[in-house]
């Protein structure tokens, strides 16, 4: 059984950092794209970041560049998203996902359950 388990959000002000993991289990994800989406009140899921399981091909949305890292730790089969000067505009609900590349939200596979994010002003 395929499993995504996000941890690691929270309450925080702006300017702060954050650091989400998820956790993979179930199959052997070297074949896919891991990533993270993220879903605000009221509005469509949206890309945030992707890279490689192997880490070769970091990519980002533009409002995130510079300020959120991917990384992937095969190891341990997790999958982190560093967050530095958060905004009250990163506030959502952030999914982890794992799919074919390019990674959008109809080309997953598999889906975590989520994990909020609140940034105050």
């Known amino acids: 059984q395929v499993q995504l388990v996000e941890s690691g959000g929270g309450l925080v002000q702006a300017g702060a950092s954050l650091r989400l993991s998820c956790a993979a289990s179930?199959?052997?994800?070297?074949?896919?794209?891991m990533g993270w989406f993220r879903q605000a009140p009221g509005k469509e899921r949206e890309f945030v970041a992707a890279?490689?399981?192997?880490?070769?091909?970091?990519h980002y949305r533009d409002s995130v560049k510079g300020r959120f890292t991917i990384f992937i730790d095969n190891a341990r089969n997790t999958v982190y998203l560093l967050m530095n000067s958060l905004k009250p505009e990163d506030t959502a609900i952030y999914y982890c996902?794992?799919?074919?590349?390019?990674?959008?939200?109809?080309?997953?596979?598999?889906w975590g359950r989520g994990t909020q994010v609140t940034v105050s002003s």
């Open positions: 996902a794992a799919g074919r590349a390019p990674l959008r939200v109809e080309s997953c596979d598999y």
């Open positions: 179930g199959r052997t994800f070297s074949t896919y794209d």
């Open positions: 890279d490689r399981w192997n880490g070769d091909n970091p």
